[in-house]
C-alpha cells in the first residue's frame, strides 16, 4: 500500500479490503493526488461475494468503509 493511501486507511479505520484501495495506490503510484479522487464501485461477477454475470459491471454504492475514506480525501463517488 502505497504511504499516502495508508495513511488514509489508518485515519478512516478503512479495513483495506477494497477495489478502491488498490485503485487509489495506482494513482498515487503515477503521482496522481489522491486527494478528492472520485470512485465508482461496480459489480463483479465470480468475485468473493458471489455475484453473477447479470450484474456484472452495474454500478453498486460505496461500502461504508468506502463511503468514509473518500468523503476524508474530500472526493466522493463519481457522478
Ligand atoms: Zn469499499
Not at 500500500?1 to 503515477?30: K, Y
Not at 479522487?37 to 459489480?43: K, Q, S
Amino acid at each position: 500500500m502505497t504511504p499516502r493511501v495508508r495513511a488514509a486507511v489508518e485515519a478512516t479505520g478503512h479495513h483495506g479490503g477494497c477495489a478502491e484501495i488498490g485503485a487509489l495506490c495506482r494513482l498515487e503510484e503515477q503521482q496522481v493526488p489522491i486527494e478528492g479522487a472520485e470512485g465508482l464501485a461496480v459489480h463483479v461477477a465470480g468475485g468473493s461475494q458471489g455475484y453473477g454475470p447479470e450484474v456484472h459491471g452495474m454500478v453498486k454504492p460505496f461500502c461504508p468503509a468506502c463511503e468514509k475514506l473518500f468523503d476524508y480525501l474530500g472526493g466522493g463517488t463519481m457522478k
